[in-house]
């Protein structure tokens, strides 16, 4: 019923796979941009003094990190709703992690900002997604070069820590 071997990326990889292909495969061959971002500077800021009272940064088999667990439920705070499908495949990707070890809990995605919070359940539809998406990124990830730009940049490349990398 359930994969042997456990997926060796982690959330941000996935996370990033939905927002964008060429961020996916710059990231994970080593070339960050994001130690001097201000939105990642912020979005840190935010984990930061969010959820004081909670143990965060919760190290999973050297692979996976979640922001913190309360109440048997993972929970991933983050700065915005914008880019919330991103945010919501990474969390289930937890969970699809999880389950490969025996370890069945539900998530939160918290967005203190918005107060606003959103149950993330890994079902059966969200499973073969995740599975899909794993695929997907081992085909990106063993490309020779970063797939190319889209003809037009999206509303949030902007903001995105390679963006000069990409359009400068």
């Known amino acids: 019923m359930f ?3 456990l997926p060796s990326y982690g ?12 961020k996916l495969w710059l990231f994970s061959h080593g070339i960050s941009m994001e130690s001097e971002n201000e939105n990642v500077k912020l979005g840190k800021l935010l984990h930061e003094d969010s959820y004081e009272r909670k143990t965060k940064d919760i190290l999973i088999d ?6 913190f667990i309360d109440g048997g439920s993972l ?8 880019l919330e499908e ?3 495949n990474q969390i289930l990707y937890y969970l699809y992690y999880l389950s490969l070890k025996g370890i069945f809990v539900d998530g939160e995605l918290h967005y203190p900002k918005e107060n606003r919070v959103k149950k993330v359940t890994l079902n059966e539809t969200a499973r073969e997604k995740i599975k899909s998406i794993i695929s997907h990124i081992n085909e990106i990830l063993q490309m020779s070069s ?7 940049s999206k509303p949030y490349c902007k903001k995105c820590a390679y963006y000069d990398f990409c359009y400068g």
């Open 62 to 67: 050297n692979r996976i990190r979640v922001d």
């Open 11 to 22: 959330g941000l990889q996935v996370a990033y796979y939905t927002v964008c292909k060429r």
């Open 86 to 88: 991103a945010s919501e």
């Open 75 to 82: 929970h991933e705070v983050k700065k915005s709703s914008r």
């Open 146 to 152: 970063p797939p190319s730009l889209d003809s037009e």
């Open 3 to 5: 994969d042997t071997e």
